[in-house]
Nanobody
Framework: QVKLVESGGGLVQNGGSLRLSCAAP????????MGWYRQAPGGQRESVAQ??????????DYADAVKGRFTISRDNANNTVYLQMNSLKPEDTAVYYC????????????WGQGTQVTVSS
């Protein structure tokens, strides 16, 4: 059973920074497309950042709201994906979720339980 574990969330002031981590032990991590999503109170879950698997042409993708402020990266040797968040705004307040996806034989889609990020004014 695949288990994703997010960490690094917390309370930060407007303009501050946080680095989220997502550990994914027990899987062929490098073959999975990884992403970060977030869900604000009362809102819908939305994509924040995406990064390609190691067996495809490398790419990253960001939501317009976070471009220039957030950076997604991965460390395949340690089965970990990161989200560096700079210049945080109150609008970034949400629960952030890690996602792993692969669709070679059948679609595989795994989620972590989330980590809370709160940005004060």
């Amino acid at each position: 059973q695949v288990k994703l574990v997010e960490s690094g969330g917390g309370l930060v002031q407007n303009g501050g920074s946080l680095r989220l981590s997502c550990a994914a032990p027990g899987m062929t991590f490098r073959l999975y497309h990884m992403g970060w999503y977030r869900q604000a109170p009362g809102g819908q879950r939305e994509s924040v950042a995406q990064i390609s698997s190691d067996d495809t042409i490398h790419y990253t993708d960001y939501a317009d709201a976070v471009k220039g402020r957030f950076t997604i990266s991965r460390d395949n040797a340690n089965n970990t994906v990161y989200l560096q968040m700079n210049s945080l705004k109150p609008e970034d307040t949400a629960v952030y979720y890690c996602n792993a996806q692969r669709s070679v034989v059948v679609r595989e889609d795994y989620w972590g339980q989330g980590t809370q990020v709160t940005v004060s004014s």
